[in-house]
């Protein structure tokens, strides 16, 4: 139990950071004026979304590690690292300085990355790699409203 508490931290953690470094995009002026896809949701499902995400994600890395250590599949947490990097850092790249199609970039690699995950997931976990899908999917369509941004404005 203990690694799933880690893992929480380490997540919620991400969050937190991503948060502090991202502002409130409801009162940022910049974000408000932007042409935003007409898919985007109501302010109020991110913070849904991202707690769902990240409570499967722990389960999944918690499952993972059970078997998997860092002695055994170093890469794995590499990729870990490198997720919660690219999670981190689209925040200040896109809401703070205002690189939409470098955010467009980062967002991106990170979708394939977390595509990895999910099919990794799948190939070692069997149905543990459910988990993954509820941040797949989340991306996929945070991938689009960035790139409607960056293609609109």
Do not use: D, E
Not at 44 to 69: D, E, K, P, R
């Amino acid at each position: 139990m203990i690694r799933l508490l880690i893992f929480l931290l380490i997540n919620f953690g991400a969050l937190g950071i991503g948060g502090l470094l991202l502002g409130n995009p409801a009162t940022n002026q910049w974000y408000q004026s932007l042409n935003k896809a007409p898919w985007t949701p109501a302010g109020w499902v991110f913070g849904a979304a991202w707690t769902t995400i990240m409570l499967c994600y722990s389960v999944f890395m918690w499952h993972a590690s059970g078997t998997h250590t860092y002695k055994t599949h170093p890469a794995l947490y590499w990729l870990f690292a490198l997720q919660f990097l690219l999670n981190v850092m689209w925040n200040p790249i896109f809401f703070r300085w205002h690189m939409m199609g470098a955010g467009l970039i980062v967002i991106s690699a990170l979708t394939l990355l977390v595509a990895w995950f999910a099919w990794w997931g799948f190939s070692h976990k069997g149905t543990w790699g459910l988990l993954m899908l509820p941040y797949l999917i989340w991306l996929i369509i945070a991938t689009t409203l960035n790139g409607y941004a960056y293609f609109n404005n």
